[in-house]
């Protein structure tokens, strides 16, 4: 799939960034205390491409997503995002974590929530403005979330609140979504809709990675596959990287 630069949303929308959209991780260590997460992570990948992390509990999968969005501490090896340090760009990349960590009592509406995106990039002192304003509607309007934006979070059905949190995302114009278990927990229909709201989004040019369990689904939901066992065992097409003997190796204990 060619390179396509990602578009920012809103009334100010210019889709034409000048360079090469790549997440690049090189030499990623991870460890919690004396238990090694990761092992000598290295891979690439652009914008406009879908990835789907695969691998049994405790491979791995949420910790390499967390790193990448900052969130946990490199032992050893760095990531990088257009060029530079990840550090320097967080605002562009979003993580949603898993469904079931998230406090969906908090007393905010649907739009109060996709407003939130915003403040990544509004920083301290700038105010909430038209182009802010047309990004929330945006993100709305993707996710299909018109009928609900006025609706409680605690309201939403399981796939709903999967599509305010990407939602978000959207509204903080971020060009890499990192989503663990996405489809956790949601009945086939909405798994359905979540999957093609996904490929609208690659398409449009950003890079979707999500840990994923399904492995009947991952040709048809992701154009590439990292099977990780605190290791990578194989990275490339699903059709190419998840042979029998890499599967073997990925969930065997």
Same mark, same amino acid.
């Given at each position: 799939?060619?390179?396509?630069?990602?578009?920012?949303?809103?009334?100010?929308?210019?889709?034409?960034?000048?360079?090469?959209?790549?997440?690049?991780?090189?030499?990623?260590?991870?460890?919690?205390?004396?238990?090694?997460?990761?092992?000598?992570?290295?891979?690439?990948?652009?914008?406009?491409?879908?990835?789907?992390?695969?691998?049994?509990?405790?491979?791995?999968?949420?910790?390499?997503?967390?790193?990448?969005?900052?969130?946990?501490? &490199?032992?050893? #090896?760095?990531?990088?995002? /257009?060029?530079?340090?990840? %550090?320097?760009?967080?605002? @562009?990349?979003?993580? !949603?974590?898993?469904?079931?960590?998230?406090?969906?009592?908090?007393?905010?509406?649907?739009?109060?929530?996709?407003?939130?995106?915003?403040?990544?990039?509004?920083?301290?002192?700038?105010?909430?403005?038209?182009?802010?304003?047309?990004?929330?509607?945006?993100?709305?309007?993707?996710?299909?979330?018109?009928?609900?934006?006025?609706?409680?979070?605690? &309201?939403?059905? #399981?796939?709903?609140?999967? /599509?305010?949190?990407?939602? %978000?995302?959207?509204?903080? @114009?971020?060009?890499? !979504?990192?989503?663990?278990?996405?489809?956790?927990?949601?009945?086939?229909?909405?798994?359905?809709?979540?999957?093609?709201?996904?490929?609208?989004?690659?398409?449009?040019?950003?890079?979707?990675?999500?840990?994923?369990?399904?492995?009947?689904?991952?040709?048809?939901?992701?154009?590439?596959?990292?099977?990780?066992?605190?290791?990578?065992?194989?990275?490339?097409?699903? #059709?190419?990287?998840?042979?029998?003997?890499?599967?073997?190796?990925?969930?065997?204990?």
């Amino acid at each position: 799939m060619p390179h396509r630069d990602h578009i920012h949303w809103g009334d100010e929308a210019d889709g034409d960034h000048g360079c090469e959209h790549l997440l690049e991780v090189r030499g990623l260590h991870v460890h919690y205390g004396a238990v090694c997460a990761l092992h000598d992570i290295s891979f690439k990948v652009a914008c406009g491409h879908s990835l789907a992390l695969l691998g049994s509990n405790g491979a791995g999968k949420s910790t390499l997503l967390k790193s990448i969005a900052g969130l946990l501490p &490199a032992g050893q #090896g760095t990531i990088y995002w /257009r060029g530079q340090p990840v %550090r320097k760009h967080t605002y @562009e990349i979003a993580y !949603l974590p898993q469904r079931e960590a998230v406090d969906w009592n908090f007393p905010i509406t649907v739009r109060g929530m996709v407003e939130m995106g915003c403040y990544a990039q509004l920083g301290a002192w700038r105010a909430f403005g038209p182009h802010e304003d047309g990004v929330v509607q945006k993100a709305i309007r993707a996710m299909k979330l018109e009928e609900v934006q006025d609706r409680q979070i605690a &309201a939403l059905s #399981g796939g709903q609140q999967q /599509r305010a949190f990407i939602a %978000r995302a959207l509204a903080q @114009e971020a060009h890499v !979504l990192l989503l663990d278990e996405p489809f956790s927990g949601l009945d086939q229909p909405a798994q359905e809709m979540l999957t093609g709201l996904l490929a609208e989004l690659v398409e449009e040019g950003r890079l979707v990675m999500a840990s994923h369990h399904d492995l009947k689904t991952v040709a048809s939901s992701f154009d590439l596959a990292l099977l990780i066992k605190r290791e990578i065992v194989a990275f490339g097409p699903p #059709g190419e990287s998840m042979s029998e003997s890499n599967l073997a190796e990925a969930f065997t204990a």
